[in-house]
């Protein structure tokens, strides 16, 4: 299989990576039902047996998918919450900064969420995802003196919160977001930012915004 994909990788059957990242797309745009193989082939210009080259079946796309998911999604937000940071205004900053820009794949978060609806192992997954980025969350918070329960809840109002703008689809241009950032670091640790934090803080977030 390795020899058979290896020559495919460049050639006219494409790329496991091209057939990932339609499904990704997909996925987002038309939830789960919408990940087929035919449909996916005629959007890459390319057979179904195609597909078989980097796949299995359809299952196992769908287990890449969510492979992919936590990739794009929980390690990010574990990595901002274990970030340098001079103080924990500016550690929050660093979560804070995870999910402004595409550091965190906010649509595929919400299409995911959405599919664990219907399917238990994906719940699974998603509630296993929950309790790691609470847990990083929680560890962030002790590391700057905050004890454990206060640790807790104070995780918990900081994630919620996060997924509760994903859930949503909360619109907010980017100033407006910008602007409320401050008071969301407040209440979310109990100290405010420090003017140079925020500067550092707005030019990262401006500067992966432009990016993007």
């Given at each position: 299989m390795g020899q058979r994909a290896a020559t495919a990788e460049g050639g006219w059957r494409g790329s496991r990576e091209g057939w990932l990242e339609t499904g990704y797309r997909a996925l987002i745009e038309g939830g789960v039902d919408a990940v087929k193989i035919q449909p996916l082939a005629r959007q890459l210009g390319l057979?179904?047996?195609?597909?078989?080259?980097f796949f299995e079946d359809r299952e196992a796309l769908?287990?890449?998918?969510?492979?992919?998911?936590?990739?794009?999604?929980?390690?990010?937000?574990?990595?901002?919450?274990r970030e340098y940071a001079e103080s924990l205004a500016e550690a929050m900053l660093n979560?804070?900064?995870?999910?402004l820009p595409d550091r965190f794949d906010s649509?595929?978060?919400?299409?995911?969420?959405?599919?664990?609806?219907?399917?238990?192992?994906?719940?699974?997954?998603?509630?296993?995802?929950d309790e790691a980025r609470l847990a990083a969350l929680r560890e962030m918070l002790v590391r700057w003196g905050r004890p454990e329960q206060e640790a807790d809840v104070r995780a918990r109002t900081i994630y919620l919160t996060q997924i509760g703008y994903i859930s949503m689809r909360?619109?907010?241009?980017?100033?407006t977001r910008l602007a409320r950032v401050p008071t969301y670091v407040e209440i979310y640790t109990g100290t405010r930012p420090e003017p140079r934090e925020l500067a550092r803080f707005d030019a990262r977030v401006r500067s992966l915004a432009g990016s993007s």
């Open positions: 057979s179904r047996t195609s597909f078989y080259w769908l287990t890449a998918l969510i492979d992919g998911w936590a990739e794009r999604t929980t390690i990010p937000m574990i990595g901002a919450a979560v804070l900064a995870c999910f649509r595929l978060e919400f299409a995911v969420r959405s599919w664990g609806l219907q399917d238990a192992s994906v719940a699974a997954r998603v509630a296993e995802a909360a619109q907010e241009d980017l100033e």
